[in-house]
Nanobody, 116 residues
């Protein structure tokens, strides 16, 4: 069984920064991408950023230049450094881990609120 444990959310003022972490444990097949999605109230879940095992990244246009995704393959951990946060970044952020056979695992979600 695979578990994803997220941390690092919270309340921050516009222009501030937060760093999210997601540690994966269990029977994990390496070599797969990891990433972050988010869901704001009344909206669909959307991709924020992905990173493959080789370090190639993909970002939503709305966060390019402000967010940085990274990963520690040895510890099956993915990070999301969020800078210059805006109120529209307010959402529940979910860690994402695809695995063989079409299985997809999600974290429990961590709330990020950007407000003055």
């Amino acid at each position: 069984q695979v578990q994803l444990v997220e941390s690092g959310g919270g309340l921050v003022q516009p222009g501030g920064s937060l760093r999210l972490s997601c540690a994966a444990s269990g029977s994990i097949f390496s070599g797969y991408a990891m990433g972050w999605y988010r869901q704001a109230p009344g909206k669909q879940r959307e991709l924020v950023a992905q990173i493959n095992s080789g370090g190639i990244t993909n970002y939503a246009d709305s966060v390019k230049g402000r967010f940085t995704i990274s990963r520690d393959n040895a510890n099956n951990t993915v990070y999301l450094q969020m800078n210059s946060l805006k109120p529209e970044d307010t959402a529940v952020y979910y860690c994402w881990l695809p695995q063989p056979g079409g299985r997809t695992y999600w974290g429990q979600g961590t709330q990020v609120t950007v407000s003055s």
